[in-house]
């Protein structure tokens, strides 16, 4: 047997595989936008991550969940399966996925405040001071970039900020209650019929001859972005705190930036290095504060086809 992962140490891994997953989103997103639209690329990937989701519920008979989860259930989808991929999609119609990445950077301070309201985590002031250290360079990144000027764009991707990590923090902290994959999925499967009437009257604008490529990217923000990427990304953060391993999305942005770069020729320059530089540091500094976060259901009972080891 080899050595044992240890919580904090499990936590961070399935952090690192989530931001992985999310990291291709905004290309993805970028790439499909033109064909599918703002409404079915949004709302359309929920309808086909509810049915992979759907899927996996039925094969484990899980019961629906009570009612004094359907709040945060429903709050979730707002915030994570209807906000964050509709503003997203919007705003990628007319600005590169590069500058979304930058502006999308606020995610992991914002993330860290709800993980404060609303899972009383109590991170130690250093830990805060390593956090103001990447979003300083993400701000100033962001002021290089000329993401800093006023435009609706930029409003839309900090409407997305806000609609994200609202539904990062309540999802993590239900994920401590009834396991992080039955938070996702219920989600999604709750949202499907609410979401339904709205892609089918958009199926009529759609270009049903969309390249490889753009149904490529349909399928990636559908089944990755919205499902299997939280299957990791609500362990990790049940499991090693919603305000800690939130920091690891601040290197999001300098992953989403290699990948438009090789996938859609967007242009990196001393900027982007500089700036992910510090924002790979401050991710460091914060992994070196530990603080009580609470327990997790997820500990002794694991997504379905996802093997860890206990502390």
């Not at 952090?15 to 064909?35: D, E, N, Q, R, W």
Request: charged share 15%; hydrophobic share 55%; glycine share 10%.
């Amino acid at each position: 047997m080899g050595n044992r992962l240890t919580r904090d140490q499990e936590g961070l891994l399935f952090g690192l595989i989530g931001v992985l997953a999310f990291s291709f989103s905004l290309p993805a997103t970028k790439v499909a936008v033109p064909a599918f639209g703002p409404i079915m690329l949004s709302l359309g990937r929920a309808e086909g991550a509810a049915i992979l989701a759907a899927i996996v519920l039925l094969i484990r008979r899980e019961p629906f969940p009570g009612r004094q989860h359907l709040r945060s259930l429903l709050m979730i989808g707002a915030g994570v399966v209807v906000g964050f991929p509709v503003l997203t999609s919007y705003a990628l119609k007319h600005v590169p996925s590069a500058h979304g990445a930058i502006v999308i950077a606020l995610l992991p301070a914002a993330t860290a405040a709800f993980g404060v309201l609303l899972a009383r985590e109590r991170p130690p002031r250093a830990f805060w001071g390593a956090v103001l250290v990447g979003m300083v360079a993400v701000l100033i990144f962001a002021i290089v970039q000329g993401a800093g000027k006023p435009q609706w764009e930029d409003a839309l991707l900090l409407g997305a900020v806000v609609a994200a990590s609202f539904g990062y923090a309540e999802g993590a902290r239900l994920s401590r209650e009834i396991g992080g994959w039955r938070v996702i999925s219920w989600a999604v499967v709750i949202a499907a019929p609410i979401l339904l009437p709205f892609v089918i009257a958009d199926v009529p604008t759609v270009d049903w001859h969309a390249s490889a490529g753009e149904w490529l990217g349909l399928a990636y923000v559908s089944f990755v972005s919205m499902y299997l990427g939280f299957l990791a990304w609500y362990r990790g953060l049940a499991l090693g705190g919603i305000a800690r391993v939130g920091q690891l999305q601040l290197a999001q942005p300098v992953l989403t930036l290699i990948w438009s770069a090789l996938l859609l020729g967007e242009s990196i320059g001393w900027a982007e290095t500089i700036a992910g530089l510090v924002i790979v540091a401050s991710v460091a500094l914060t992994r070196r504060f530990r603080y009580d976060v609470g327990t997790s259901r997820d500990v002794v009972e694991p997504p379905p086809g996802l093997v860890v080891v206990e502390q």
